[in-house]
């Protein structure tokens, strides 16, 4: 039985990337089935490394409508640039000591890929990122996550 229930939620996941496509051929990028079932593997990679476990929607659909317009990406780097995003993500998830919102940290992640990272990954991973869990865990950061309401 439960094995059944993971064959639809992976039938639904990829059903989901390939509908992605409707909306990301709007600036020149799609995944093909055998890509969208890469980046399927690659977070069960990532959740497994992070030690993480995602109900419902999957951060991948949110991953690809958040990113799918920047300057960076294009048909050549677009699975590896999502991949290495997705990976991104669920590391400063923990690193961040959920504090941030999945949008949160999927906003703040697009602002600065696009703005003075110019799309480099390392850049912020290595840098933006690094420096801004490094705030949020010497609780220098009040306006985010959990502490806004506060």
Known sequence: MFSIIVANQQKYQLQNLIDSNQ??????????????LILLE?????LR???????????LPKL????????YIYQDNYVET???????????????????S???LLSFMKEHFDGDCQGSLEYLETTCLDEFCNEIKKGC????GRNQDE
């Open 23 to 36: 909306y990301t051929e709007k600036f020149g990028i799609r995944l093909s089935e055998k890509e969208a």
């Open 42 to 46: 690659n977070r069960k990679k990532n």
């Open 49 to 59: 490394e992070q030690e993480r476990i995602e109900f419902g929607e999957a951060i």
């Open 64 to 71: 690809i409508y958040t990113f799918c317009d920047s300057h």
């Open 82 to 100: 999502i991949t290495k995003l997705q990976e991104i993500f669920y590391y400063y998830k923990n690193e961040s000591l959920d504090e941030l």
């Open 102 to 104: 999945d949008d949160e």
């Open 141 to 144: 950061r009040t306006d985010i």
